[in-house]
């Protein structure tokens, strides 16, 4: 991987070449020593890696001015502390994803995933061409915060469970690992969502604390070793079709970059969220290939009959997160009207082309 | 749009600001004045800008080190003479698709999108992490150029006929404006590809010199006005699947960057590449609507009789291309492996999503 070769050529750390351009005098110029933490452990893959690179990265293009430390969660402060800790300048960027912060503000999760919502492509087009870029700085810029897109998951799996889900009443009484939406959408169904942090989930679910969980994708759910603990794995996960990992900044610090180092951020950005999915889509191809092949596995997808009813239950409450402020009535007006006319064409598009490649 | 407030406040051709990199003296610091060819008119919705942005962007990141001249086709040389141009390094940078270049090198076409190929996505997880990028500079640094993405259409549309199209034999003796390998696909069928330069497309197709042809999508193909003269607009094309746009740059020009610039180079190009998509999506979206408001165009979609013949002709060709030079057969040989498993994946993934959307 070009990644390889650049961390081999670079060094970590590694600022200034005088090849390219020149040393400033200290005096001359102004330098930046930020920090940032991370909503989960510097060691998960792709994420932890995907930013430990692009702080590298950022130090290299502004030749030195900005170096930022990154921390995983936990090691300055919780994950779960990220949003105010940033907010408060105590440090000057975070990297998370937006939904976390829904219990502060509801209307959040449309700048991460929504039960039901857009892809990782459609939300892309969305904050890029479709206003949704200006509606997060709105939102957010209440708080004194700037975000910007820097990863996506893509469309994560439908879950793990235990025993196989046949129709709509088998959600009764379920115990399920599924935070945020999509855990009030399947309470909806009657089952019971639980919020278990990642190191306990594998635990829980062998010794039948919970009956089924959803992670991420085939990639990060092998190495959580759900294979081992539950037999029925759920394709096409409806409860997050596309999550935007979020770059967040303090926008006091953020607008103290000036805009040669702002673009610098928002392009050394772009090029972490290009890898991150790319890399998403690589491993999660090649580990749904590996648990295919160990054979401990049986493939399911839910019965339109649930995910019909799934997708209503959704409708109510994105409808309910509309209902709580003007703006996040904004916002929820926006993403449907968009969502609508990107997967109208998207039907002629993708999709015709996926059935022309079946044929 | 971010970039509109990007370029209000940058002005064209800025460089530093003093506020965050204060500026070096001229003896202290080494300058590139560089220029960059395009295979299409600066003019180009979404390509046009989107290039023009970058330099200015690069510019900016650089504290001036870097600015390039961004020059439309035929503003400086023809547009098929990029290649050379840039290979002599009588100009730095070219932007451009890989596909062109397929007459000096045949392989070149996998870089760019090839009939029945990966979408925009797969591309993108091929390049990033899946050996297609060091395939790539091995392709091309045997040319003294070096490549990168910068830009995607996503998957185009079929084209416009004027006469509906029900069976492969009515592609016989058809002249259709299709390029590359689409156009050798549709000769197997009996048809009688046309490379038409754009401007000249509409008036052949209106005259009845050609009865159909295919550009790009809804937004781009709208701006050309053939709604206007054929009637029958087909879904899903085959022939294209997810074109990367590439930045070419001569590789000894690229190696005296140094590792700083080049990464603000990467960088810029993630960007770019990220926003065009999104830009391409939306638009699209938003031109397909439109289309179909205006009424004049009926949508149709390729019989799977039809898409089952075209697979096999471009398996085919395909198969031809790989046989060009052992280079040409491991690039054919890492496409077609990461494609099968990546394919594989998006069946229970985007697919299986799409499908529980529809319940």
């Given at each position: 991987m070009d990644r390889q070769n650049f961390i081999k050529k670079a060094g970590l750390g590694l600022g200034v070449t005088a090849a390219t351009i020149a040393p400033l005098s200290a005096a001359s110029r102004k330098r930046f020593r930020w920090r940032m933490v991370m909503v989960v452990p510097k060691t998960l893959p792709i994420w932890g890696p995907g930013m430990l690179r692009f702080a590298e990265r950022v130090k290299l293009m502004s030749g030195g001015s900005l170096s930022i430390k990154v921390y995983g969660a936990g090691e300055l402060v919780p994950a779960l502390e990220t949003f105010e800790t940033v907010k408060k300048g105590n440090v000057e960027m975070g990297h998370s994803a937006a939904y976390y912060w829904r219990g502060k503000i509801p209307a959040s999760v449309f700048f991460t995933s929504v039960p039901f919502g857009m892809n990782a492509n459609g939300m892309n087009a969305w904050l890029t061409a479709g206003g949704g870029q200006e509606l997060w700085d709105e939102l957010y810029g209440a708080y004194g915060l700037k975000a910007i897109p820097c990863g996506n998951t893509g469309v994560q799996m439908g879950g793990w469970f235990k025993k196989e889900i046949n129709?709509?009443?088998?959600?009764?009484g379920l115990k399920m690992r599924m935070p945020g939406l999509g855990g009030a959408v399947i309470a909806k169904a009657g089952a019971i969502p639980q919020q278990i942090p990642g190191g306990e989930i594998l635990t829980n679910l062998q010794t039948g604390v919970i009956d089924a969980t959803e992670w991420v994708g085939p990639y990060h759910d092998y190495i959580m070793g759900f294979p081992k603990a539950a037999k029925y794995y759920y394709s096409g996960g409806w409860h997050e079709p596309g999550s935007v990992l979020e770059l967040m900044i303090n926008k006091d610090k953020w607008e103290s970059l000036g805009k040669e180092l702002q673009m610098i951020v928002k392009s050394c950005a772009a090029l972490t969220n290009q890898e991150m999915y790319g890399e998403w889509l690589a491993k999660d191809s090649e580990y749904y290939k590996k648990i295919l092949s160990e054979g401990k596995t049986e493939m399911r997808e839910y019965p339109l009959e649930i995910t019909a009813k799934m997708h209503q239950y959704s409708n109510e409450i994105l409808a309910g997160v509309a209902k709580t402020s003007p703006l996040a009535k904004k916002i929820y007006d926006s993403f449907k009207k968009f969502q609508s006319t990107y997967e109208k064409y998207q039907e002629v598009s993708e999709q015709a082309y996926v059935r022309a490649q079946k044929a």
């Amino acid at each position: 991987m070009d990644r390889q070769n650049f961390i081999k050529k670079a060094g970590l750390g590694l600022g200034v070449t005088a090849a390219t351009i020149a040393p400033l005098s200290a005096a001359s110029r102004k330098r930046f020593r930020w920090r940032m933490v991370m909503v989960v452990p510097k060691t998960l893959p792709i994420w932890g890696p995907g930013m430990l690179r692009f702080a590298e990265r950022v130090k290299l293009m502004s030749g030195g001015s900005l170096s930022i430390k990154v921390y995983g969660a936990g090691e300055l402060v919780p994950a779960l502390e990220t949003f105010e800790t940033v907010k408060k300048g105590n440090v000057e960027m975070g990297h998370s994803a937006a939904y976390y912060w829904r219990g502060k503000i509801p209307a959040s999760v449309f700048f991460t995933s929504v039960p039901f919502g857009m892809n990782a492509n459609g939300m892309n087009a969305w904050l890029t061409a479709g206003g949704g870029q200006e509606l997060w700085d709105e939102l957010y810029g209440a708080y004194g915060l700037k975000a910007i897109p820097c990863g996506n998951t893509g469309v994560q799996m439908g879950g793990w469970f235990k025993k196989e889900i046949n129709k709509i009443s088998d959600f009764k009484g379920l115990k399920m690992r599924m935070p945020g939406l999509g855990g009030a959408v399947i309470a909806k169904a009657g089952a019971i969502p639980q919020q278990i942090p990642g190191g306990e989930i594998l635990t829980n679910l062998q010794t039948g604390v919970i009956d089924a969980t959803e992670w991420v994708g085939p990639y990060h759910d092998y190495i959580m070793g759900f294979p081992k603990a539950a037999k029925y794995y759920y394709s096409g996960g409806w409860h997050e079709p596309g999550s935007v990992l979020e770059l967040m900044i303090n926008k006091d610090k953020w607008e103290s970059l000036g805009k040669e180092l702002q673009m610098i951020v928002k392009s050394c950005a772009a090029l972490t969220n290009q890898e991150m999915y790319g890399e998403w889509l690589a491993k999660d191809s090649e580990y749904y290939k590996k648990i295919l092949s160990e054979g401990k596995t049986e493939m399911r997808e839910y019965p339109l009959e649930i995910t019909a009813k799934m997708h209503q239950y959704s409708n109510e409450i994105l409808a309910g997160v509309a209902k709580t402020s003007p703006l996040a009535k904004k916002i929820y007006d926006s993403f449907k009207k968009f969502q609508s006319t990107y997967e109208k064409y998207q039907e002629v598009s993708e999709q015709a082309y996926v059935r022309a490649q079946k044929a």
